[in-house]
């Protein structure tokens, strides 16, 4: 059989893909073709060495038959979709024939995809295609966060005042998250808006985000504006979630927060989370104006806050939290780390 090369759209060209099967007949041919169609192939005979070679090579994608030896095709998905570095692998899984049990199975541990034996050609390229078209578009994501996640800590670096303050909140906001019930992806989510809450602070003046007296009200409200440009620099993540915590962590329960002034349920639920454990952090921290609260004095200001600035519904809970020692403070630092 004689195989055209296909021409592949550039920024596909070079991507890798690891192909893992024992049988050397059906390794071949499917070598050939991906090799054919542009890309960069490498093999695994077994689990252990699929994992190895996920490790080393960091593919693109892996194209996954089932029944392997040493590990099924199953446990190598679910050990990939389970650790946070190769989650985002696309994975295909290959069955013969095809077994609706399979691929139940095959969408319980995290699969991408599937394709059934004989594999055809067009098929194939086209599964393999837009998968790594999605992954390059989520790589391209995920950098654009870590430099976003950069220049938060950077935010927090400028500020002495502030050091430790994001891995805090972080900690406060999704241990609460927990507590109400939120989802796993939800608590993950608070984290990552909680790291980024401040972010918007990169545009605030030192002389103004430093100063120890009292603001005048243009410095007031110049550093408001930080909810705002927090916003704008992490609009391209294009999360609604992250970004409306970070517009709206300043709200007051009561309307009279800022920048639009919501109140109650208005305001979205992880901002209410976030404004809560923000201004717990505050108070038993020092500023440049004030030495930090003890934790029962803090506690006692968000007790009387409860209604005016702070959602009675998540404000008791996280009080109890904090009485019954759910976080432990060692060094300023509190545990357990999540
Ligand atoms: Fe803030
Ligand atoms: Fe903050």
């Known amino acids: 059989m004689t195989l055209e090369p296909i021409k592949m759209a550039q920024s596909e060209s070079r991507a890798k893909i690891l192909v893992v099967?024992?049988?050397?007949?059906?390794?071949?041919?499917?070598?050939?073709?991906?090799?054919?169609?542009?890309?960069?192939?490498?093999?695994?005979?077994?689990?252990e060495e699929a994992l190895l070679k996920v490790e080393q090579e960091s593919p693109d994608l892996v194209l996954l038959d089932v029944m392997i030896p040493k590990l099924t095709g199953y446990e190598v998905c679910a050990r990939l979709k389970g650790d946070e570095r190769t989650r985002l692998i696309p994975v295909v899984i290959v069955i013969s024939p095809p077994i609706k049990e399979q691929i139940v199975r095959g969408f319980e541990v995290g699969a991408d995809d599937f394709l059934h034996r004989p594999l055809g050609r067009a098929e194939l390229v086209a599964r393999v295609g837009s998968l790594i078209q999605a992954k390059r578009l989520?790589?391209?994501?995920?950098?654009?966060?870590?430099?976003?996640?950069?220049l938060a800590a950077a935010v927090e670096a400028k500020d002495p005042y502030t050091e430790g303050h994001l891995k805090r909140v972080a900690n406060y906001a999704t241990s609460l998250g927990k507590e109400i019930g939120l989802s796993y992806s939800e608590q993950r989510l608070l984290k990552k808006a909680a790291t980024l809450h401040d972010v918007g602070k990169i545009g605030i003046r030192e002389s103004v985000l430093l100063k120890p007296g009292p603001l005048t009200d243009e410095e007031f409200d110049h550093i408001k504006s930080h909810c705002v440009i927090g916003e704008r620099i992490c609009s391209p993540l294009g999360d609604r979630f992250i970004l409306e915590v970070i517009r709206h962590h300043h709200e007051r329960y009561d309307g009279r927060g800022y920048p639009d002034g919501l109140a109650g349920s208005e305001i979205p639920l992880a901002a209410r989370i976030m404004a809560l454990v923000d201004t717990y952090d505050a108070l038993t921290h020092d500023r440049p104006y004030r030495r930090g609260f003890p934790h029962e004095g803090a506690l006692n200001?968000?007790?009387?806050?409860?209604?005016?600035?702070?959602?009675?519904?998540?404000?008791?809970?996280?009080?109890?939290?904090?009485?019954?020692?759910c976080f432990q403070f060692v060094d300023g630092e509190c545990s357990p780390e999540v």
């Open 21 to 47: 099967d024992d049988a050397p007949q059906n390794l071949r041919p499917i070598q050939a073709l991906l090799t054919l169609s542009g890309y960069e192939v490498i093999t695994a005979c077994d689990g």
């Open 138 to 150: 989520n790589d391209s994501l995920v950098n654009l966060e870590n430099a976003i996640l950069a």
């Open 301 to 325: 200001i968000l007790r009387n806050e409860i209604g005016r600035q702070f959602d009675a519904a998540l404000a008791l809970p996280f009080i109890d939290m904090v009485e019954s020692g």
